[in-house]
């Protein structure tokens, strides 16, 4: 499968503080983006990052990439009650059109 | 319009009965795609579209599944036959470029069929 595997499935933590999602992939890829999901919604881009890229940064999120081990990470620092939502990782497959989605993580941020 | 729309944002039908769902992308986005996601999953690929031709539509579960885009904007999702594993939420998006190697998607706010 070339969809790859997020971790954790689900998360809950306290608000402030920071939450960590993780996403493996198996293919090659041109750029690994992220996306938010709010309950019964479509979804939004929250940052690109590109094969060539180790780390960006966009106000409270933070994504790495590491092509060696074929991984990413999202970090949102000092957690809100409304970053609560489903987040994905998408990847741009090499010689495809199109983005891969995992199965998203559901992070919970509790007041 | 501001964003990408899709018609209807809910369906239920019964089963053997055919569906469609519209999606109208951002004005001057050439790429389009749709994607399927059931409860609770991941976003599963069906089609995409280049203007009005679909080099990739390795998604399409089966030949009940089509799909069109005229004019360069406006696509619209057939259902032949409704079965009740196809009950999910269709979800549009469209980007500018060929495709997302270098730019984001956007995506509408989906159409969720319930096949009875």
């Known amino acids: 499968s070339q969809q790859g595997e997020e971790d954790p499935q689900a998360l809950s933590i306290q608000e402030g503080e920071n939450a960590t999602m993780n996403c493996s992939y198996k293919?090659?890829?041109?750029?690994l983006q992220w996306y938010r999901q709010n309950s019964g919604r479509g979804l939004v881009h929250l940052i690109l990052?590109?094969?060539?890229?180790r780390e960006k940064h966009s106000g409270r999120l933070r994504v790495t990439l590491d092509t060696s081990k074929k991984s990413s990470s999202l970090l949102i620092t000092a957690s809100r009650a409304a970053d609560t939502a489903s987040y994905f990782c998408?990847?741009?497959?090499?010689?495809?059109?199109?983005?891969?989605f995992g199965q998203g993580t559901r992070l919970t941020i509790n007041p | 319009g501001a964003g990408v729309s899709q018609s209807p944002s809910n369906k239920v039908t019964e089963k053997g009965k055919d569906v469609e769902l519209r999606c109208d992308p951002i004005?001057?986005?050439?790429?389009l795609y749709w994607y399927r996601q059931s409860l609770g999953q991941g976003l599963e690929f069906l089609i995409y579209?280049?203007?009005?031709?679909?080099?990739?539509k390795s998604g399409l579960p089966s030949d009940r599944f089509s799909a069109e885009r005229t004019g360069g904007s406006v696509s619209t999702l057939t259902i032949q036959r409704t079965q009740q594993e196809d009950s999910a939420v269709y979800l549009c998006?469209?980007?500018?470029?060929?495709?997302?190697?270098?730019?984001?998607?956007?995506f509408g706010e989906g159409s969720r069929l319930t096949v009875l």
């Open positions: 998006a469209s980007s500018l470029a060929l495709g997302p190697q270098r730019r984001e998607l956007f």
């Open positions: 990052i590109r094969s060539n890229e």
């Open positions: 579209f280049q203007g009005n031709s679909a080099p990739d």
């Open positions: 998408a990847r741009g497959i090499q010689g495809a059109q199109k983005l891969v």
């Open positions: 293919t090659s890829i041109n750029n």
């Open positions: 004005s001057g986005h050439t790429a």
